[in-house]
DNA sequence: CATATACTATTTGTAGGACAATTATAACAA
DNA sequence: TTGTTATAATTGTCCTACAAATAGTATATG
């Protein structure tokens, strides 16, 4: 049985035309493109097909439409997409994995950054996240609030990139960080026969005192026990 | 004048309904969605309106879609959206600056998943790249060039998703490297004036003797130029 | 009985027409 | 000059029709 077989469509190859018809003419946000039925009668083909084609590119974020005023070009947010597909659900768990991977190798790899620019201000907001965090208990942290102290380093590393995926990426490391907890119930018993973990408090401690290279590695072992343990995890 | 303000069109609910659908049943790639008239009479509206939606998640790689056989969820390839976004004449600056800080976290970020995993034929690989781009001397090497030994630095790592994303970055980094280099020509002029330019025969160097530390240090002064540059840079 | 072939019905893919909704522009009025 | 109104152009939505592909069934064939 054939499988996984899909026909390139009319509104497969009009929506590269027009990403071409871009390039091609070297267009810029605010510029226009050419409407519905100029499109139309460039390719020969209907309406329907050029607005399936341009219904994509709008939702992707590369265009703008409106009545009267017809398409214009705009900077997409490139994460749209992903955005859209980044389902546990959907994803095996070999994606899953490299993503995790992705996440360790990204927030050990920003650890200059962060050092670079720290000031006293964000270790005061980071020394609040921390001792909120001890008030609730390691053991009842929800993923929010361990994202909290997270999202913090990642600001301080001021790549709005970077950011923007991490939290786009929080689907997956609710799902690691859940499956994980639901294994080693309750987490702390399994950590507790380790090294002893390691915290937030922990981390923090590092940034203050400037030992990088050290954080780089806390940082990693913060994070790497989650890729592990995906390792042996069946769905 | 009001501006950037874009109507949300039925294209756009529709298609949201249809992945809060596929999250709300649990469906996993392999099942079956209604087929597009029973989306229609389920949400009152027309068939055009529910295959726009359709080609958008066709786009995404959510589902795929066969005469007779009707639409069936599929696993998405995660990077699709970002590929066709990503064109550095659409982007602005301080985007692509992100993003070249990203690539430098990123490969930063992979050196103890490189060290752990790497060879004696990954190390053999290596030099024969590197021999080959000594023979066409360092101010000739195109990015293609250029791209070999990082690629092989990637597929070292072992994370494909990884491997991927730099795939996809590859217009940003040919972007920032015609740009600097058109502003430093030649650009070794500049760099003797530095401390000795990193060279891929460095970083090699590096792993074979198993210095990691040194080699993130090292890997980041190879990259970091461009990513300082494009400060600077105007377009 | 097994296997290949042809048929049928279903579903997506494409086309084209009609009208509604929106709004940039022009024309006009104050 | 400024504000209002009319207009015309363009996207947004709906509808119908048919083409193309194909899963499943029926039929023919060895």
Do not use: C
């Not at 409106?66 to 095996?92: A, F, H, Q, Y």
């Not at 937030?200 to 780089?216: F, S, T, V």
């Amino acid at each position: 049985m054939k499988t996984g077989f899909t026909a390139i469509t009319l509104a497969d190859q009009v929506e590269e035309k027009i990403i071409n018809f871009i390039k091609e003419n070297n267009l810029v946000p605010g510029d226009s493109l050419p409407n519905e039925m100029e499109f139309v009668e460039m390719m020969g083909i209907s309406r329907n097909v050029v607005r399936e084609a341009m219904s994509r590119l709008r939702m992707l974020g590369l265009i703008q439409t409106r009545p009267k005023r017809g398409i214009v070009v705009t900077e997409p947010p490139l994460l749209n997409g992903l955005k859209k597909v980044l389902d546990p659900n959907l994803l095996s768990i070999g994606t899953i994995k490299d993503m995790m991977g992705m996440r360790i190798a990204l927030e050990t790899g920003i650890t200059d950054f962060v050092f670079n620019n720290v000031t006293g201000a964000d270790i005061m907001e980071l020394e609040q996240i921390v001792s909120r965090q001890e008030a609730i208990g390691i053991n009842n942290l929800s993923v929010e609030d361990e994202m909290l102290f997270h999202t913090k380093i990642y600001k301080i590393a001021g790549n709005s990139f970077i950011l923007q995926f991490n939290e786009i990426m929080h689907p997956i490391f609710v799902f690691a960080k859940q499956n994980y907890e639901s294994h080693f119930q309750p987490i702390n018993i399994k950590l507790k026969e380790q090294d002893r973990i390691v915290e937030h408090a922990d981390l923090l401690q590092l940034i203050k005192i400037g030992k990088k290279d050290e954080y780089r590695n806390a940082i990693k072992a913060h994070l790497q026990p989650y890729w592990e343990f995906l390792y042996n995890y069946n769905k």
